[in-house]
């Protein structure tokens, strides 16, 4: 039978990640990747029913290259005419886009505009629009902003510390990102409570190599650990989250770094990286602290110790609290950080089943709380059934 499929783009500078699902049920036809984009090595491999199949790209190995091989997939497939729609991750949709928005000219001028605030995510969110409009331009295209979740923050939980000015003019405050996953897990969350997202009290934890917590009250975000950059919050992967300001005087003043040099330290060679002097896997983290490893310890605890203290600080935005959410690849996957992280929140009411924590992993959801706790559940994420889902609910509304 013939289904009406959306199409889900998330395009990186050297990445382009695509899923071709049905919007109502989430279920997924085929996905991929194209990677190592503009390099002479790049590729792209297709997932469809548990197979995988990977191909080299031809020069010039860009995006638009990148997609004439996902085309050519979908039609050897005979899926093109399923395809109803294309939803777009954008990453930076500053104060305008807090919906769902029906990519136009001016979209994306706007979209452009906002790259000052996310030079790294932007233009790249534009040149896969710009590739996907190319061979898809009788369909309409949507885009789903990252930051529009958190665009329900009180002004007292995104304005920062400094001369007021600087948020007017400039638009210096706190976004936050993550958006669709912290919604996605939200509204499941709501279904193990079995009551409607808008009266649901949750604090989630979207822990992968990137890492943020939002804080969520009557099912909108109300505090987020993201701010003006991807960089502010708990520790991550590579990047430091919270540091102290004074350290980047201290490092360009008495140690001689140069700003670049300071970004990419704080980026890129910090967080759980930098710690241990390992990696920025907390797979091989976890494997190091098991053979004794005091550095791989030490990058753990601070991990664990940063994000509890960031749970137990937001629940100082909420009146309940109906539960707390794990998500993300570490989130989803590691019973040690769910673990420590609950064992450090005995005041807020959270303990730990030893068992259902073990359990959680490779796609499973439910609880991993103990019977006399308060509810803490494993929910994986999927940010690509929210944008199909999105997209096509925007279409709808609007006639399309
Ligand atoms: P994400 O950015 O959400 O894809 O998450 C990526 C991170 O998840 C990786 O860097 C790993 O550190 C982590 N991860 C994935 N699987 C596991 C696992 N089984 N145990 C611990 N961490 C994991």
Redesign the pocket.
């Known amino acids: 039978m013939k289904k009406s499929l959306v199409l889900v783009i998330n395009c990186g500078s050297s990445s382009l990640k695509f899923s071709l699902m049905e919007p109502n049920s989430g279920e997924e036809v085929f996905n991929g990747i194209a990677q190592c984009l503009l390099l002479n090595n790049a590729s792209i491999s297709f997932k469809m029913n548990g197979e995988k199949q990977e191909l080299s790209l031809k020069a010039p190995f860009d995006h638009d290259v990148a997609i004439s091989a996902l085309v050519a997939f979908i039609n050897n497939n005979h899926l093109f005419h399923q395809i109803t729609a294309i939803g777009h991750r954008v990453v930076h949709g500053g104060e305008k886009y807090c919906h769902p928005t029906l990519i136009t000219p001016k979209v994306k001028q706007q979209v452009h505009k906002l790259a000052k605030l996310a030079p790294l995510h932007n233009p790249a969110n534009l040149v896969g629009i710009e590739a996907a409009e190319k061979v898809f331009g009788h369909l309409a295209q949507v885009a789903i902003f990252d930051t529009a979740f958190h665009q329900t923050m009180p002004e007292k939980a995104y304005i920062y510390g400094l001369p007021y000015s600087l948020y007017k003019e400039h638009g210096i405050r706190r976004y936050g990102f993550h958006g669709t996953s912290h919604y996605f897990v939200a509204k499941q969350a709501s279904i193990h409570l079995n009551k409607p997202l808008e009266q649901c009290n949750l604090i989630s934890a979207h822990?992968?190599?990137?890492c943020s917590i939002s804080v969520i009250a009557d099912g909108k975000s109300v505090d987020t650990s993201l701010g003006f950059t991807p960089l502010e919050g708990v520790v991550m992967?590579t990047r430091s989250g919270d540091v102290d300001p004074g350290i980047i005087f201290y490092l360009v003043n008495q140690l001689g770094y140069s700003l670049d040099q300071v970004d990419n330290l704080l980026n890129k060679e910090s967080g759980l990286l930098g710690i241990s002097g390992l990696s920025?896997?907390?797979?091989t983290i976890?494997a190091e602290l098991l053979s004794g490893n005091v550095r791989a310890k030490l990058a753990i605890d601070v991990f664990c110790y940063r994000i509890a203290k960031k749970i137990a600080s937001f629940s100082a935005s909420l009146q309940t609290l109906d539960g707390l959410i794990f998500t993300?690849?570490?989130g989803?996957?590691?019973s040690?950080?769910r673990g420590l992280i609950l064992n450090q929140l005995s005041l807020l009411g959270f303990t730990v089943d030893e068992q259902l924590n073990l359990e959680k992993?490779f796609g499973q959801q439910g609880n991993i709380n103990s019977t006399n706790s308060r509810a803490c559940w494993v929910i994986p994420t999927n940010e690509e059934w929210v944008i199909a889902e999105q997209t096509q609910r925007l279409l709808t509304s609007i006639g399309e």
């Open positions: 822990l992968g190599n990137g992967g920025n896997d907390c797979r976890e993300g690849g570490i989803e996957n590691s040690t950080i992993r």
